[in-house]
């Protein structure tokens, strides 16, 4: 056996040690316990002193609730300037719902502040009245936000000299959370980026059963300031992350900008700026309307009258109206929205994109450029894109700048376009990933200054299958499609292209490609088409009836036929749709479908067959 493994000779016992010296020892290697959540009442509704809501602050740990509900009064001034919470991780200030419990700043200074990484949380507490010389008038954090309940409203942050003001009422590095809320009648005023006119958040922001109305972000002009750098954005809540609506109402909100850009009237999302991740924008049963975008600058374009996303968006059973984007010489695109980042896809699902305005372009969406915008069981209706500033970009509806606009189960109705393209424009095509289709679609009632009433196609493919575009007007040219010769090919099937108007020529389709690819379509066309419709086009009136709101589960708008008309068991359904436009119940597959958007039922009755009231 080597040395270095040999037993030893003789054994040693090992040496007895003190009870208490065993206990300790074991004592100190127990790990500790963390402490728990104190709850922790307020007793009086001082601004500072024993038992005011100060004093008790000052001596929260992390996880703590500071406890308003058993006072007596229900409001407390802090007539001596901020609370400063410090750096615990997070702390909840509450107060009952039945109290309608309010605190208020005093002049020049915000309510809290927060320097921990954690959530500084409120419940049911009305917050208001305070100014920050900086961000976040009435609550500031390094870390993240919570309002459950209550409101916060009639803050400011900033001033019109001051650098990079990030939102009027709240503002956190970190994500933000509103529940059952309102932020409202807030302003971040600054100069350089100012973002957030009601909420700043660094990281993601959720909104839910909240309404975020009246507040404003602007950027001013201020002598010796760079006018360039002079950007607004997001008149009522912006987040550099993601950004979650749902069941939230954003109203009324402004942004402005003095001398450069302005960006989204009521929301943002992301940074639009090279080398920036693209976010995440979910709107679900939520309104955004009534919001403004202006741009004080000549020859500047804001984007955007309720809202813009840099990244991705789903906006789902929700509605964008009212909202308008402008500048001095009439520049802005995207009345209703705006989406940015290259390569994106947009869903717009069961919603509403109506009466929204641009002074120049895109009355109502611009889609993601080398991206997909997908438009199912939606209205798009009395949008307007002026043309104003004489650009000619168009877009009553929508407008696509290299953007695959995919128009399923919906209707395009009643939009206005100063240019071309006043129900959907397609610009520059052959950018887009894939070509761009109108299924099981209505498109009627648009008005374009120049051609295209109802779509206007510059690039790639067009593919319109089982739909119906009429009863549109254009200046020039064809009222109801119009290609020029950057488009590849317009292909149509089963589909209705008639009862359109144009003081120009070829009224219903005007295209540069040589022919026309598709069949068993109703095409009327007044001569000057240069090329050639399908050799079983049929030339005669459709009969088609006003239109009318659909009752199916899709409640788009609709033209339903006449009984004698050719429509009637002379299409085809490539698609293999199960339903035509209006959705379950009216069924697409039995028999031989119908032309046009629209599938007459298998029922004698033809007040139910239509499920038309009137």
């Keep these: 056996m080597s040395p270095t493994t040999a037993f030893p000779s003789t054994r040693r016992r090992p040496a007895r040690r003190p009870l208490a010296l065993c206990l300790a ?29 100060r004093a008790v602050i000052a001596t929260a740990g992390s996880g703590d609730t500071v406890d308003l509900s058993a006072l007596a009064c ?15 991780a997070d702390l909840t200030i509450a107060a009952a719902a039945a109290q309608n419990f309010a605190v208020s700043g005093a002049p020049q200074s915000r309510l809290f502040q927060h320097t921990g990484t954690g959530w500084l949380s409120f419940d049911n507490l009305n917050l208001g009245a305070g100014h920050s010389p900086d961000s976040g008038g009435c609550v500031f954090s390094q870390g993240s936000v919570r309002v459950t309940g209550g409101s916060v409203t009639g ?3 900033g001033g019109n000299d001051v650098e990079g003001v990030r939102g009027g009422a709240i503002a956190a590095l970190g994500d933000v959370s509103l529940d059952g809320t309102r932020v409202a009648d ?46 607004a954005q997001g008149g009522g809540v912006h987040s ?65 009258g309720g809202g813009i996303v ?89 407008l696509g700048f290299g953007v695959s606009v995919q128009l399923l189960d919906s209707s395009v109705t009643g939009n206005i376009s100063g240019s071309d393209g006043a129900g959907v424009n397609l610009l ?63 292909d149509l099937q089963s589909s209705i292209i008639a009862n359109n108007a144009t003081a120009g020529a070829a009224n219903n389709v005007w295209t540069f490609p040589d022919v026309i690819s598709g069949a068993k379509n109703i095409v009327p066309n007044a001569p000057g088409l240069p090329g050639e419709l399908p050799a079983d086009t049929l030339a005669a009136d459709p009969l088609l009836l006003p239109l009318v709101f659909s009752e199916g589960m899709v409640r ?31 069924v697409r597959a039995f028999g031989t479908p119908d032309i046009g958007a629209y599938e007459e039922q298998p029922n004698t009755d033809r007040v139910f067959a239509d499920a038309f009231e009137g």
Excluded: K
Excluded at 208 to 217: D, E, H, K
Excluded at 324 to 350: A, E, I, K, M
Excluded at 357 to 374: M, N, T, V
């Design 428 to 490: 520059f095509g052959e950018y887009a990933p894939e070509s761009s289709r109108i299924d099981n679609s209505t498109i009627s009632g648009n008005t374009a200054t120049n051609q295209g009433g109802g779509v206007f196609s510059s690039g790639a493919e067009l593919n319109v299958r089982n739909s119906t575009i009429a009863f549109n007007n254009a200046g020039e040219r064809g009222a109801g499609i119009s290609a020029d010769s950057y488009t590849y090919s317009v």
């Design 310 to 398: 840099v990244g991705m968006a789903t906006i789902d059973h929700s509605e964008i109206s009212g909202n308008t984007v402008g500048s001095t010489n009439h520049y802005g695109g995207g009345g209703g929205f705006r989406f940015f980042g290259s390569g994106n896809d947009v869903q717009v699902l069961d919603s509403v994109i109506s009466g929204n305005e641009a002074d120049s372009a895109g009355g109502g969406l611009i889609g993601p450029g080398r991206g997909r915008l997908i438009v199912q069981r939606s209205r798009i209706e009395n949008n307007t894109a002026h043309n104003d500033a004489g650009l000619d970009e168009g877009g009553g509806g929508i």
């Design 186 to 231: 807030s302003r971040a005023d600054g100069r350089g980026l100012v973002l957030g006119g009601g909420v700043y958040a660094g990281g993601t922001l959720r909104i839910s059963r909240t309404q975020i109305a009246g507040n404003t972000a602007h950027s001013h002009l201020v002598s010796g300031n760079n006018p360039f750098v002079n950007i």
């Design 25 to 53: 020892a074991a004592l100190l290697a127990v790990p500790a316990v963390p402490a728990l959540a104190a709850n922790l009442p307020v007793a009086n509704c001082n601004d500072s002193g024993s038992g005011s809501l």
């Design 240 to 304: 550099d992350g993601n950004l979650l609506l749902d069941n939230a109402r954003i109203s009324g909100n402004s942004v402005t900008s003095d001398s450069y850009e302005s960006f989204g009237g009521g929301i943002s999302a992301g940074v639009n700026a090279s080398g920036t991740t693209p976010v995440q924008l979910e709107v679900l049963q939520s309104v955004i309307s009534g919001n403004s975008n202006r741009s004080l600058c000549d020859v500047c374009a804001p984007q955007g």
């Design 74 to 88: 229900s409001s407390i001034a802090l007539t001596s300037g901020t609370i400063d919470v410090g750096a615990i």
């Design 556 to 586: 788009t708008r609709v033209h339903a036929f006449a009984s004698a008309s050719p429509a009637l068991n002379a299409g085809s359904n490539t698609l293999n749709v199960l339903y035509d436009t209006r959705g379950w119940p009216f």
């Design 155 to 157: 803050c400011s942050a």
